[in-house]
């Protein structure tokens, strides 16, 4: 299994939206609705934001969404805060109950 | 409180062999498949191994195919992957996660640290 592809980085103003996009294929984010998303800040576990492409885990704020379009997938953060600062990685089942992950996104918040 | 924790890591020789354990509590253990990921140290998150609730179906990644073996007991509520024949680039955290809605991992460990040199 290929690792999805992700933007090395992206950067934002507090305030601002960001988008990030996870590219696969049709065997894995084309292929299901089970794509996931998940922030890790610095010396910690990941925390998982989004699920199912677009639902959110109780708690998780609003400000977060997920869509996908074919075999591309996107986090939207709109209204920026400092603590959105972290590293996001997407998932895709990928079938015969198998995963993967992107290689992940550094946020900045500027 | 949904709690996953991690031990058995730490420094082995390339070649040698490790057992991780997830001990868990807060939930149902029997109910929910379980996996593994790991990190490597500065990199991304890299799927490595998963478990069926009864244990019955296991997947691996090409990576550790026939080095890694995963293993739960639900009795003990406690998950655990053996590591074999270990590489240099097996070195990573390593983090057990419960399998919530199909495809996603809602809750994780700690993680623990296996570091392979000589």
């Known amino acids: 299994q290929s690792a999805l592809t992700q933007p090395r980085s992206v950067s934002g103003s507090p305030g601002q939206s960001v988008t990030i996009s996870c590219t696969g294929t049709?065997?894995?984010?084309?292929?299901?609705?089970?794509v996931s998303w998940y922030q890790q800040h610095p010396g910690k576990a990941p925390k998982l934001m989004i699920y199912?492409?677009?639902k959110r885990p109780s708690g998780v704020p609003d400000r977060f969404s997920g869509s996908k379009s074919g075999n591309t997938a996107s986090l939207t953060i709109s209204g920026l805060q400092a603590e959105d600062e972290a590293d996001y990685y997407c998932?895709?089942?990928?079938?015969?109950?198998?995963?993967?992950f992107g290689g992940g996104t550094k946020l900045t918040v500027l | 409180e949904v709690q996953l924790v991690e031990s058995g890591g730490g420094l082995v020789q390339p070649g040698g062999s490790l057992r991780l354990s997830c001990a868990a509590s807060?939930?149902?253990?029997?109910?929910?498949?379980m996996h593994w990921v790991r990190q490597a140290p500065g990199k991304g998150l890299e799927y490595v191994s998963a478990?069926?609730?009864?244990?019955?179906?296991?997947y691996y990644a090409n990576s550790v195919k026939g080095r890694f073996t995963i293993s739960r007991d639900n009795s003990k509520n406690t998950l655990y992957l053996q590591m074999g024949s270990l590489r240099a680039e097996d070195m990573a955290v390593y983090y057990c996660?419960?399998?919530?809605?199909?495809?996603?991992?809602?809750?994780w460990g700690q993680g623990t640290l296996v570091t392979v040199s000589s």
């Open positions: 807060g939930f149902t253990f029997s109910s929910y498949a």
């Open positions: 996660a419960r399998e919530g809605d199909i495809g996603s991992f809602d809750y």
């Open positions: 998932c895709s089942y990928a079938g015969s109950y198998s995963w993967v």
């Open positions: 049709s065997s894995d984010v084309g292929g299901y609705n089970y």
């Open positions: 199912d492409v677009s």
């Open positions: 478990i069926s609730s009864n244990g019955g179906s296991t």
